[in-house]
């Protein structure tokens, strides 16, 4: 059975992050998206393990489930509402440590088998470094070290490399990384079945590599915000959902029964470290420009952040990508009718049809992936089945990210907004 799943995201104990990223504000979004199983985030926080203990209650195979459900109503309309969220107990952990005389920060996503290992995984880690001040903590250990310590508290932990390709914070980040998982992770590289492609990379992209042929590609939202959860995904084909099924579909060519289907992925150009560039000079170019420049910004004369896309050109070593799986782009629900009405996602307007969308359609996964067109057509913007037909097709416009800044998505020409709008003020 397929069950979409969101495994990287923070809690409200992280930095910079919204207040309704709780266990019940995960289970309400979850709900809206159509993810089957959502990560908690965070559990190396104590404050939200409390949260969890009160909150969550075992759904079986390390998976658990929201307790109030039955109290909490969400309209969801194509049947959807009957689906329940089911939680994994995750979190992201950093690194930052000097390895051969070079400092390195790698952020890896770690899962737990269930909620009595991470708490004692926290007792362990409370020993080594500061995990109170941050849902994110940051830990002054080798993440090599980091990833025995948790394997000798359960070898069914799953530790997987956030984000692989970010300049600052990444396995094979430009500004701080390795150039492979062995020479990362040594003699433990072998247990290290997937990495996250994050959102400035896409599975061909990592395809150029062929010492990635043999390791699994997921995908996750790293949300900070509510909004955001789902953004990018992982479609797993499971026997049962469980932890355990889920660390062997990672496992590549192992079984049949438990696969990675399909990840879900942002288009690469819109992640805020695609291309390289200086966002303070307002300054982008893309790898082959940077080359030409010997790496130095034109206007303040500094070495450029080196973005994803150049970085992979560094490692790989194929011209063009060996298909290794499958994926589809989507746009979410929510920049599509921005862009539509031309207005920011956070706005009245924006956030007034999203939610008919959702009673009067289906979860937003559904609407992006498999609605007839006829059916979104129906609910009276036509506009938005235009839109959500050229995100299905490839046609749209990115200017791509840079240094920190996200890229620009473009579905609808200025008539096609006016247009928009004006039906959405008739139909509301």
């Known amino acids: 059975m397929q069950y979409i799943s969101d495994l990287h ?3 409200r104990y992280s930095r910079a992050t919204s207040r309704e990223l709780n266990i019940e504000g995960l289970y309400k979004g979850a709900k809206l998206k159509g993810i089957d199983i959502i990560g908690t985030g965070d559990f190396t926080f104590p404050a939200y393990v409390k949260e969890m203990e009160k909150e969550l209650e075992s759904a079986g195979g390390g998976l658990y489930q929201f307790k109030r459900r039955n109290e909490i109503k969400i309209s969801v309309a194509g049947g959807s509402d009957s689906a329940e969220p089911k939680f994994m107990i995750t979190s992201e952990i950093a690194n930052i440590y000097k390895r051969h005389g070079k400092v390195r920060r790698i952020h890896a996503c770690v899962w737990a088998p ?22 994110r903590p940051i830990l002054g250990l080798d993440v090599a070290d980091m990833a025995k310590l948790i394997w000798d508290v359960s070898k069914d932990f799953i530790i997987i490399p956030a984000h692989a390709w970010t300049p600052w914070f990444a396995i094979f980040g430009s500004k701080s990384g390795f150039d492979t998982i062995e020479e990362c992770f040594g003699d433990l590289a072998d247990r290290i079945y997937a990495i996250e492609t994050g959102l400035s990379s896409d599975p061909n992209m990592n395809w150029r590599l062929s010492m990635l042929d043999s390791i699994s590609l997921v995908s996750n939202s ?14 797993f084909d499971l026997e049962k959902p469980t932890v ?16 990675i289907l399909y990840t879900i992925e ?17 300054f982008v170019c ?9 790496g130095i910004c034109p206007k303040c004369k500094k070495p450029l952040t080196i973005g994803v896309d150049y970085r992979v050109e560094e490692l790989a070593d194929r011209d063009k990508p060996k298909k290794n799986g499958d994926y589809k782009y989507i746009v979410p629900l929510q920049e599509i009718i921005a862009n539509a009405f031309d207005q920011r996602k956070n706005t009245k307007r924006v956030q007034e049809t999203y939610n008919a969308m959702i009673k009067q359609i289906d979860n937003e996964f559904a609407i992006l992936l498999k609605t007839p067109l006829e059916k979104i057509e129906s609910f009276g913007i036509p506009e938005l089945a235009m839109g959500i037909e050229r995100v299905r097709q490839g046609k749209i416009h990115v200017e791509p990210g840079y ?10 020409s200025p008539e096609e907004q006016i247009s928009a709008k004006n039906k959405q003020k008739t139909l509301f």
């Open 9 to 11: 995201i923070h809690s």
């Open 114 to 135: 269930g909620l009595e290992e991470a708490k004692e995984l926290n007792r362990q880690l409370d020993k080594v470094g500061n995990i109170r001040s941050d849902g």
């Open 222 to 235: 790293d949300a900070h915000s509510l909004p955001n959860i789902g953004r990018e995904a992982t479609v």
């Open 244 to 259: 355990k099924n889920i660390e062997t579909a990672l496992q590549k060519g192992k079984s049949q029964k438990n696969k």
């Open 266 to 282: 942002f288009n690469p150009e819109e992640g805020k470290y695609h291309y390289d560039g200086h966002r303070g000079c307002k």
């Open 286 to 294: 893309n790898p082959k420009e940077t080359r030409k420049l010997k």
């Open 403 to 412: 240094d920190g800044e996200y890229g620009v998505v473009s579905v609808f």
